[in-house]
Protein backbone atom coordinates (compact mmCIF):
# COMPACT_ATOMS: atom_id res chain seq x y z
CA UNK A 1 0.00 0.00 0.00
CA UNK A 2 2.83 2.67 0.89
CA UNK A 3 4.56 1.70 -2.75
CA UNK A 4 0.83 3.24 -4.09
CA UNK A 5 1.68 6.18 -2.82
CA UNK A 6 5.09 6.84 -4.02
CA UNK A 7 4.10 8.68 -6.70
CA UNK A 8 1.76 10.75 -5.31
CA UNK A 9 5.09 11.84 -2.91
CA UNK A 10 7.37 12.60 -5.80
CA UNK A 11 4.34 14.62 -7.51
CA UNK A 12 4.57 16.39 -4.64
CA UNK A 13 7.75 17.08 -3.36
CA UNK A 14 9.17 18.05 -6.94
CA UNK A 15 5.87 20.62 -6.81
CA UNK A 16 7.21 22.16 -3.82
CA UNK A 17 10.79 22.36 -4.95
CA UNK A 18 9.43 24.10 -8.30
CA UNK A 19 7.29 26.25 -6.41
CA UNK A 20 10.31 27.39 -3.90
CA UNK A 21 12.28 27.60 -7.12
CA UNK A 22 10.22 30.38 -9.09
CA UNK A 23 10.11 33.83 -8.93
CA UNK A 24 6.88 34.40 -7.32
CA UNK A 25 7.41 37.77 -6.87
CA UNK A 26 9.35 38.52 -4.02
CA UNK A 27 11.04 41.81 -4.12
CA UNK A 28 13.96 42.95 -1.51
CA UNK A 29 13.95 46.91 -1.09
CA UNK A 30 16.66 48.30 1.01
CA UNK A 31 16.21 51.62 2.18
CA UNK A 32 17.48 54.56 5.00
CA UNK A 33 14.71 56.08 7.53
CA UNK A 34 16.35 59.74 8.31
CA UNK A 35 14.67 60.89 11.69
CA UNK A 36 14.94 64.20 13.91
CA UNK A 37 13.50 64.09 16.77
CA UNK A 38 13.58 68.26 18.14
CA UNK A 39 14.18 71.48 16.48
CA UNK A 40 12.01 73.47 13.49
CA UNK A 41 12.85 70.23 11.16
CA UNK A 42 11.51 67.78 13.32
CA UNK A 43 9.47 64.28 11.74
CA UNK A 44 8.74 62.51 14.84
CA UNK A 45 6.41 63.87 17.99
CA UNK A 46 5.20 62.76 20.49
CA UNK A 47 1.63 64.04 20.70
CA UNK A 48 0.21 62.36 23.77
CA UNK A 49 1.11 61.09 26.98
CA UNK A 50 0.68 58.45 29.15
CA UNK A 51 -2.04 59.00 31.53
CA UNK A 52 -0.94 56.35 33.77
CA UNK A 53 3.01 58.45 33.91
CA UNK A 54 6.16 58.45 32.52
CA UNK A 55 7.09 55.20 33.03
CA UNK A 56 4.06 53.83 31.06
CA UNK A 57 3.38 53.85 27.36
CA UNK A 58 -0.02 52.74 27.69
CA UNK A 59 -2.20 55.85 26.30
CA UNK A 60 0.45 57.31 24.30
CA UNK A 61 0.71 58.15 20.86
CA UNK A 62 3.27 59.90 18.17
CA UNK A 63 3.73 60.49 14.98
CA UNK A 64 6.31 60.29 12.20
CA UNK A 65 7.38 62.15 9.08
CA UNK A 66 10.36 60.57 8.25
CA UNK A 67 12.57 61.06 4.75
CA UNK A 68 13.07 57.70 2.87
CA UNK A 69 16.69 58.00 1.22
CA UNK A 70 18.87 55.26 -0.67
CA UNK A 71 21.37 55.65 1.32
CA UNK A 72 22.36 56.19 5.10
CA UNK A 73 24.44 59.27 4.48
CA UNK A 74 21.40 62.84 4.63
CA UNK A 75 22.75 63.78 1.12
CA UNK A 76 21.40 60.34 -0.85
CA UNK A 77 18.25 60.41 -3.31
CA UNK A 78 15.71 61.50 -1.15
CA UNK A 79 12.83 58.73 -2.54
CA UNK A 80 9.81 59.27 0.07
CA UNK A 81 8.67 59.92 3.46
CA UNK A 82 8.29 57.30 6.43
CA UNK A 83 4.99 58.16 7.87
CA UNK A 84 2.71 57.17 10.16
CA UNK A 85 1.49 56.61 13.83
CA UNK A 86 2.60 55.06 17.04
CA UNK A 87 0.05 54.08 20.03
CA UNK A 88 1.15 53.06 23.70
CA UNK A 89 -0.78 49.53 23.92
CA UNK A 90 1.27 48.27 27.21
CA UNK A 91 -0.22 48.37 30.54
CA UNK A 92 3.17 47.07 32.05
CA UNK A 93 5.85 49.48 32.43
CA UNK A 94 8.15 50.13 30.02
CA UNK A 95 7.41 50.31 26.46
CA UNK A 96 5.08 48.95 24.12
CA UNK A 97 3.93 50.39 21.13
CA UNK A 98 1.26 49.69 18.06
CA UNK A 99 2.89 51.24 14.65
CA UNK A 100 0.61 51.88 11.81
CA UNK A 101 3.20 53.15 9.06
CA UNK A 102 2.98 54.61 5.49
CA UNK A 103 5.93 54.14 3.09
CA UNK A 104 4.90 57.28 0.71
CA UNK A 105 7.31 56.73 -2.26
CA UNK A 106 7.61 60.22 -4.13
CA UNK A 107 10.65 59.29 -6.59
CA UNK A 108 12.84 56.49 -8.14
CA UNK A 109 11.58 53.26 -9.18
CA UNK A 110 8.21 53.33 -6.95
CA UNK A 111 7.35 56.89 -7.35
CA UNK A 112 3.21 57.26 -6.73
CA UNK A 113 3.26 53.94 -4.51
CA UNK A 114 2.96 53.63 -1.06
CA UNK A 115 3.41 50.28 1.22
CA UNK A 116 1.32 49.85 4.40
CA UNK A 117 3.29 48.22 7.59
CA UNK A 118 1.99 47.95 10.79
CA UNK A 119 2.79 45.66 13.89
CA UNK A 120 4.06 45.55 17.58
CA UNK A 121 7.33 47.82 18.65
CA UNK A 122 8.31 46.33 21.68
CA UNK A 123 10.99 48.32 22.37
CA UNK A 124 13.72 50.27 20.75
CA UNK A 125 16.80 48.24 20.27
CA UNK A 126 17.57 45.31 17.72
CA UNK A 127 15.74 44.64 14.91
CA UNK A 128 12.00 45.24 14.52
CA UNK A 129 9.97 43.03 11.99
CA UNK A 130 6.31 45.04 11.17
CA UNK A 131 3.84 43.24 8.37
CA UNK A 132 3.42 44.63 4.89
CA UNK A 133 -0.03 44.35 5.16
CA UNK A 134 -1.04 45.99 1.41
CA UNK A 135 -0.30 49.17 -0.81
CA UNK A 136 -0.75 51.26 -3.34
CA UNK A 137 0.43 51.50 -7.17
CA UNK A 138 2.99 49.04 -7.56
CA UNK A 139 2.28 47.38 -4.42
CA UNK A 140 -1.28 46.53 -5.12
CA UNK A 141 -2.03 43.33 -2.69
CA UNK A 142 1.40 43.57 -1.30
CA UNK A 143 2.06 41.33 1.54
CA UNK A 144 5.66 40.77 3.37
CA UNK A 145 7.56 42.12 5.89
CA UNK A 146 9.76 44.82 7.03
CA UNK A 147 13.04 44.44 9.49
CA UNK A 148 14.10 47.76 10.94
CA UNK A 149 17.12 48.88 12.70
CA UNK A 150 18.57 51.87 13.64
CA UNK A 151 22.24 52.07 12.81
CA UNK A 152 23.34 55.50 13.68
CA UNK A 153 22.92 58.60 15.53
CA UNK A 154 24.83 61.16 13.42
CA UNK A 155 23.60 63.78 16.33
CA UNK A 156 21.82 63.61 19.36
CA UNK A 157 18.91 64.84 17.35
CA UNK A 158 18.60 62.54 14.89
CA UNK A 159 19.36 58.86 13.97
CA UNK A 160 19.44 56.39 10.67
CA UNK A 161 17.49 53.66 10.33
CA UNK A 162 18.15 50.81 8.04
CA UNK A 163 14.87 48.84 6.55
CA UNK A 164 15.43 46.02 4.31
CA UNK A 165 11.51 44.74 2.80
CA UNK A 166 10.57 41.88 1.70
CA UNK A 167 7.39 42.14 -0.58
CA UNK A 168 5.51 39.87 -2.46
CA UNK A 169 4.44 41.51 -5.49
CA UNK A 170 0.69 40.87 -6.93
CA UNK A 171 0.33 41.04 -10.96
CA UNK A 172 -2.30 43.54 -10.30
CA UNK A 173 0.81 45.97 -9.08
CA UNK A 174 1.87 46.10 -12.78
CA UNK A 175 -1.25 47.37 -14.06
Known sequence: MALAHLPFVLLLVSSVAAFAAADHGLTHIHLYVHETYTGANATAAAVLQSPLGANSSFGSMGVVDDEIRVGPDRSSQLVGRYQGVFFGTSVQLGAGYLSSITLVFTAGEYNGSTLSVQGPL??????????????????????????????????????????????????????
Open 122 to 175: LGFTGTIERAVVGGTGKFRLARGYMLFKMISKPTPETDVNEINLFVLMHPAGKY
